[in-house]
Structure formats: C-alpha cells, structure tokens
C-alpha cells in the first residue's frame, strides 16, 4: 500500500525525517541525492537511526556505530573497538527497507 509521506522540501539533501504509519516509525533520508526509506529501529540492539548519520549509500548507527547498506540493507562493518564482544552480540539482522518515491514534489513509500 502506497503512503503519502511528506512534501520533498521537508527532506533536503543530506537529511532525515522520522515519520509515524501504521505505527511504526519510518525513517525518511535523502543522502547524495538518493531518498531511502527503512525502520527507524536498529536491527542489532533497536537504537533510533535517526540519531546516526548516512554516508553516501551507508548508514551508521550511533549506539555503536555498526555501519549497513541502504540499498541492500546488510550489516557492512562492526568497528575493531568491538573485536572482543561475544559473536552473539555482535549478530544483527538486515534493515528493514521500503520502496520510496517522488512525484510532484511529494514523497510515497510502500508498506
Ligand atoms: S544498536 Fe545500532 S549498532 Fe547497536
């Protein structure tokens, strides 16, 4: 089902809007000119990535700084700070992404 979201000048270049469908918390951004949508909760310990940052295709999350892909939603890399946690720890599932797109100045995502 398509949502209509916001309007595209509520998310400039390099920017990030949390949004509330169906309750859950949608995490809008838009980094080097690509909009991407996904679960605003982290897959590894469900920190808010709103609080992280993206670079380029990537975004790392603040709690511990585990980076993923947001085009394929994968866990890319763990920072050597965290070499001598438990494995059990350190697993974390993909994120959890939805299609988004821009018509007249207005922004629709699937759920
Ligand atoms: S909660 Fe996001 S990296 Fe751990």
Same mark, same amino acid.
């Given at each position: 089902?398509? *949502?209509?979201?916001?309007?595209? /000048? /509520?998310?400039?270049? &390099?920017?990030?809007?949390?949004?509330?469908? %169906?309750?859950?918390?949608?995490?809008?951004? @838009?980094?080097? &000119? %690509?909009? #991407?949508?996904? !679960?605003?909760?982290?897959?590894? @310990?469900?920190?808010?990535?709103?609080?992280? /940052?993206?670079?380029?295709?990537?975004?790392?999350? *603040?709690?511990? !700084? #585990?980076? *993923?892909?947001?085009?394929?939603?994968?866990?890319?890399?763990?920072?050597?700070? =965290?070499?001598?946690?438990?494995?059990? =720890?350190?697993?974390? !599932?993909?994120?959890?992404? #939805? %299609?988004?797109? /821009?018509?007249?100045? %207005?922004? *629709?995502?699937?759920?």
């Amino acid at each position: 089902m398509e *949502y209509k979201v916001c309007k595209s /000048e /509520e998310v400039p270049d &390099n920017s990030m809007k949390v949004i509330s469908i %169906q309750g859950s918390n949608i995490l809008v951004c @838009r980094s080097n &000119n %690509q909009l #991407f949508a996904l !679960d605003n909760s982290c897959p590894h @310990r469900g920190a808010s990535l709103s609080k992280g /940052e993206t670079k380029g295709t990537k975004i790392i999350c *603040y709690m511990h !700084d #585990f980076e *993923y892909d947001l085009i394929s939603g994968k866990l890319l890399h763990i920072p050597s700070k =965290w070499n001598d946690q438990n494995p059990n =720890w350190k697993k974390s !599932d993909n994120l959890l992404l #939805f %299609q988004i797109s /821009e018509k007249n100045g %207005q922004i *629709y995502i699937q759920l």
